[in-house]
């Protein structure tokens, strides 16, 4: 037990959880945790991001990437809004991360004094939990708090807001061990799991839809022993990907909006859905009053408020679903679906993605770097076109290795995200894929790439238009393409230089292999500008309120 100031206790915290990098921003209410900070520079790397936002999608990416808990730091007031993006795509998306922000003195609070936020009141509905710490005896109780609420059962992002007079004020701490978070399966019943197997018994048709989850309790392992003794074709959602083998034969593709043809054909026509921790976002169900219309859903879920709240479902085990997978593997017997995957193999083979091979298009351009990376690289994206091409055309064998917003949907989360990756898996190859309207949000996160030299490969899916909501306009609104079109003079490769990267630009397929293949060896950050033609569009598409098996195509559209 020693003295220590409330700054010294927050490091003395984040070193306890075993933190070794943080992104923040300083400013006046948090300037005694950055001195606190700068004498434990050898134990805790900190990034200063270009923006607070960058700081909260560099934690979100680094915690995706590593499983860990990501860290990020900011001051009161605008300091502290500027993270709130950041904190809801984290929420949505299920992503463990602690958020620490300082404010006004106490005697302050609630006097509109400068620079004073209630960020807790702000941030109640998209948090996990949060904090605003008003003595000083129990920061290290609620840091500790903190960090276990964002890793327990299904994760997600906590803010602790600190007024600056506690981080002056001093009192004893006393270390103490982490103990390792266990597991939820308390609520795992025999009943449940009888009832999953008898349904996964009789079942004639099955299919497995995987969510994000699956990731998140890492059940990779469990899953593929599933799989193969179900007998049964997957498919996944945009968080899933990675958790089941893209290159397994029965897999299927994404499920949904821009899911493929197989895969929403397939779950149309089975008489079992099995859902392991997915939530059934509207994105994935289209017209829910016709989702899964032929078959009993069963779904594995850690969050009990998920069973019933967008599909009903027939059966659940609520729990952790690596346990709960198991414990169904150590029951289950190998069941035989030949004449069903017979027909999912026919589909795959009768509706593949497809693209124009001839020139430069998101498509080949994600397919070229997934043949140049050997699919060995963390692919992080931004949110639209460019984020569906690279769900598509990059087969994902490995869990951690595509990190994206899915949820909020946030433009400007990829470069940040790319950060934080690169910085928890620096072994890795890390590459964000942009489209240039996602790109102009937070692109000034190149000059913290270079400052740092973090050798992040920034692409760029150049067509000069917001090209989801340009896709939307030509499909749905007669081509009204009102404040779609980015025609101006922005240059991404004399940007890249100004911001003390490497910028290059490619045109055709051939152009893109050099740049890409330079990229790859340049061990600094470089950004690749893509120009493709705008109106490159994203297939197979569901309509806004169809069901998922009337999706279509470009070649349906010529049909009629």
């Not at 270009?50 to 934690?59: F, M, N, V, Y």
């Not at 958020?99 to 400068?114: C, E, P, Q, R, W």
Request: charged content about 25%; aromatic content about 8%; hydrophobic content about 40%.
């Amino acid at each position: 037990m020693r003295e220590l100031t409330g700054s010294e206790i927050v490091i003395e915290c984040l070193k306890e959880q075993g933190v070794d990098t943080v992104f923040g921003y300083p400013g006046g209410s948090i300037l005694n945790i950055y001195d606190a900070l700068y004498k434990h520079q050898d134990e805790i790397t900190h990034i200063l991001t270009s923006h607070e936002q960058g700081a909260s999608h560099a934690a979100d990416g680094y915690a995706r990437a590593t499983g860990k808990v990501g860290v990020c730091l900011a001051t009161s007031g605008p300091g502290a809004t500027n993270l709130v993006t950041g904190i809801a795509t984290a929420y949505m998306d299920s992503v463990p991360l602690v958020a620490i922000t300082a404010n006004v003195g106490v005697s302050l609070l609630g006097k509109d004094s400068f620079q004073e936020i209630d960020i807790a009141g702000v941030t109640m509905p998209i948090t996990k939990h949060n904090f605003i710490v008003k003595d000083i005896t129990k920061l290290a109780d609620i840091l500790r708090r903190a960090f276990k609420i964002a890793r327990t059962g299904r994760p997600g992002p906590v803010l602790v807001d600190i007024p600056k007079d506690l981080t002056a004020a001093v009192t004893e701490y006393t270390p103490v061990s982490i103990e390792p978070i266990k597991r939820i399966t308390e609520q795992i019943t025999d009943e449940d799991i009888e009832t999953a197997l008898h349904l996964i018994r009789e079942a004639k048709k099955p299919y497995i839809f995987v969510g994000g989850g699956a990731i998140i309790s890492e059940a990779y392992e469990e899953l593929k022993e599933f799989v193969e003794k179900v007998q049964a074709p997957v498919a996944d959602t945009l968080m899933a990907k990675g958790a089941f083998d893209a290159t397994h034969p029965y897999y299927t593709g994404m499920l949904g909006m821009h899911g493929t043809k197989t895969s929403n054909f397939g779950v149309t026509q089975c008489d079992l859905l099995i859902t392991i921790g997915a939530r059934f976002s509207d994105r994935v169900t289209g017209n829910a009053n016709k989702f899964a219309a032929n078959a009993k859903v069963l779904q594995f879920d850690v969050d009990p408020a998920e069973i019933n709240k967008n599909i009903l479902t027939y059966a659940s085990v609520k729990g952790d679903v690596k346990s709960i997978l198991q414990i169904l593997n150590e029951k289950l017997e190998k069941q035989d679906h030949t004449e069903w995957l017979d027909w999912i193999q026919e589909s795959k083979e009768k509706y593949p993605l497809k693209y124009k091979d001839t020139i430069l298009s998101g498509p080949a351009i994600i397919e070229k770097i997934y043949e140049l990376t050997k699919g060995d690289a963390v692919i992080t994206t931004e949110v639209g076109q460019h984020q569906m091409w690279a769900s598509q055309f990059y087969q994902y064998t490995k869990p951690r290795t595509f990190i994206t917003s899915g949820g909020a949907g946030t433009m400007g989360y990829g470069l940040g995200a790319s950060i934080g990756a690169k910085l928890g898996r620096k072994d890795k190859t890390v590459i964000n894929i942009a489209g240039d309207g996602c790109f102009r949000m937070n692109m000034n996160e190149i000059a913290t790439a270079a400052r740092y030299n973090i050798p992040i490969i920034q692409v760029v899916i150049n067509n000069h238009v917001l090209g989801m909501v340009r896709q939307w306009q030509t499909l749905f609104y007669e081509k009204r393409y009102s404040n779609t079109i980015l025609n101006d003079g922005v240059d991404f490769v004399k940007l890249a230089d100004a911001l003390g990267a490497k910028g290059v630009r490619a045109t055709t397929i051939e152009e893109f292999e050099e740049c890409f293949k330079e990229a790859l060896t340049y061990n600094k950050p470089i950004v690749i500008d893509c120009v493709i033609n705008e109106d490159d569009k994203v297939w197979p598409m569901v309509a806004p309120g169809a069901a998922i098996n009337e999706v279509f195509t470009e070649e349906d559209l010529n049909k009629k």
